[in-house]
C-alpha cells in the first residue's frame, strides 16, 4: 500500500479499502500532530481531535470528494477542529513560542544548511520572537511546505495577505538576525 501515491490511497479508501485509510492515516499522522503541537494543544486533546478527524473520514468516506492534496484537506480539516475546539473552551489558538523542539531535518530544509555563520538556534530563536499568526505561516509554508495559496486557504486569508504575511514574517527575522535581505 505505501508504494501507491495518495490518490489512489485516497480512491481505495472511499471506496472501503481500510489498508488504505491505515497507510494515509500513517503518512501523515506525524505532520498532524507537529502542525497541532503549534497550535498550543495539549498532546491528549490533539491525539482526541486527530482520531475524531480520521473517524469522520472514515464514516463519511463514500461522500467525500476527489482533492489533489491529502496533506491539506488534513491540514485544513485539523485546523477546523481545533478552532472549534478552543471557541468551545473560549480561549483564542495559541501557537507556542518554543521552536526548540523542531526536528533536524525541519531545520535542514529551513536553512538550506548553516550559511554565513547563521545558527539553528538563531533562527529558532527570531522565528520565537515574531507573533502567534507569523510563527503559524512560517511553520505552513517553509516547516509543512505549503503554497502561498493553500495558506492563504487554509488560515482563511486572501492569497495577497498570506504572501504579505509571510514577506512580513522572513523580514523581520532578517531583522532580528540582522543579516542582509538576500541571505534568507
Known amino acids: 500500500m505505501h508504494s501507491l501515491d495518495d490518490a489512489s490511497l485516497w480512491l481505495m479508501m472511499k471506496g472501503g479499502k481500510e489498508a488504505a485509510f491505515e497507510a494515509l492515516y500513517k503518512k501523515y499522522i506525524g505532520d498532524l500532530l507537529a502542525y497541532g503541537d503549534k497550535m498550543g494543544l495539549d498532546s491528549e486533546v490533539l491525539k482526541d481531535l486527530i ?18 492534496s491529502i496533506k491539506f484537506y ?16 473560549l480561549s483564542a489558538i495559541p501557537i507556542p513560542g518554543d521552536w526548540a ?18 545558527t539553528a538556534k538563531q533562527l529558532q530563536l527570531a522565528i520565537a520572537k515574531l507573533p502567534k499568526r507569523q510563527q503559524e505561516i512560517i511553520h505552513l509554508r517553509f516547516f509543512q511546505g505549503f503554497s502561498n495559496r493553500e495558506i492563504a486557504s487554509l488560515m482563511n486569508l486572501q492569497y495577497q495577505s498570506a504572501s504579505n ?13 540582522q543579516v542582509p535581505m538576500p541571505l534568507l
Open 51 to 68: 482520531q475524531d478527524l480520521f473517524v469522520e473520514i472514515w464514516r463519511s468516506k463514500e461522500r467525500l470528494s476527489d482533492t489533489d
Open 74 to 89: 488534513l491540514f485544513k480539516a485539523l485546523r477546523y477542529k481545533i478552532i472549534r475546539h478552543h471557541q468551545r473552551a
Open 165 to 177: 504575511l509571510i514577506q512580513r514574517s522572513l523580514q523581520s527575522i532578517r531583522q532580528y538576525l
Open 101 to 118: 523542539e523542531q526536528e533536524e531535518s525541519v531545520e535542514a530544509r529551513m536553512l538550506n544548511a548553516e550559511q554565513n555563520g547563521m
